[in-house]
């Protein structure tokens, strides 16, 4: 006879434990652009081909293997953002080659308002000029 009664609780496992480690590996297997710089790299996960030619292959340079972007359609490694069919996934390419992602990231470099006011009366009239014309009445 089979009965519907649960067999006996294991003690020492946490059945909670299951749930939080399956939110852990979620968390670790989610894409993050990978640029080099603030350059957009081939081997980023939201890198594509337009061409359909983007491959991964592994080579080794001084024993350690590591991965390299190959394009199929020229036989040769990937030239990356500057190729006329890359684009971004997540349309972070910029025109230029860079990632937004990276760019947006980078602190921004604000002077402070007493600075600004010292540039503004730095600022050197141009020759010629004697200040502002007079008013005739």
Same mark, same amino acid.
């Given at each position: $006879?089979?009965?519907?009664?649960?067999?006996?609780?294991?003690?020492?496992?946490?059945?909670?434990?299951?749930?939080?480690?399956? /939110?852990? $590996?979620?968390?670790?297997?989610?894409?993050?652009?990978?640029?080099?710089? /603030?350059?957009?790299?081939?081997?980023?996960?939201?890198?594509?081909?337009?061409?359909?030619?983007?491959?991964?292959?592994?080579?080794?340079?001084?024993?350690?293997?590591?991965?390299?972007?190959?394009?199929?359609?020229?036989? /040769?490694?990937?030239?990356?953002?500057?190729?006329?069919?890359?684009?971004?996934?997540?349309?972070?390419?910029?025109? /230029?080659?860079?990632?937004?992602?990276?760019? %947006?990231?980078?602190?921004?470099? $604000?002077?402070?308002?007493? %600075?600004?006011?010292? %540039?503004?009366?730095?600022?050197?009239?141009?020759?010629?000029?004697?200040?502002?014309?007079?008013?005739?009445?």
């Amino acid at each position: $006879m089979v009965s519907n009664t649960p067999g006996p609780v294991k003690q020492g496992h946490d059945q909670g434990s299951h749930i939080a480690k399956s /939110d852990n $590996m979620q968390q670790s297997r989610e894409l993050k652009p990978r640029p080099i710089g /603030d350059k957009c790299n081939p081997l980023c996960p939201f890198f594509r081909c337009g061409q359909k030619a983007l491959r991964f292959t592994t080579d080794h340079y001084r024993g350690r293997p590591i991965k390299v972007a190959l394009c199929n359609w020229i036989g /040769d490694r990937c030239i990356g953002a500057s190729c006329r069919y890359a684009y971004c996934e997540k349309k972070a390419m910029l025109p /230029d080659g860079r990632c937004s992602f990276a760019v %947006e990231n980078q602190p921004k470099k $604000m002077k402070s308002f007493e %600075e600004e006011l010292n %540039e503004e009366n730095e600022i050197d009239l141009p020759q010629g000029y004697k200040g502002l014309p007079k008013k005739k009445i």
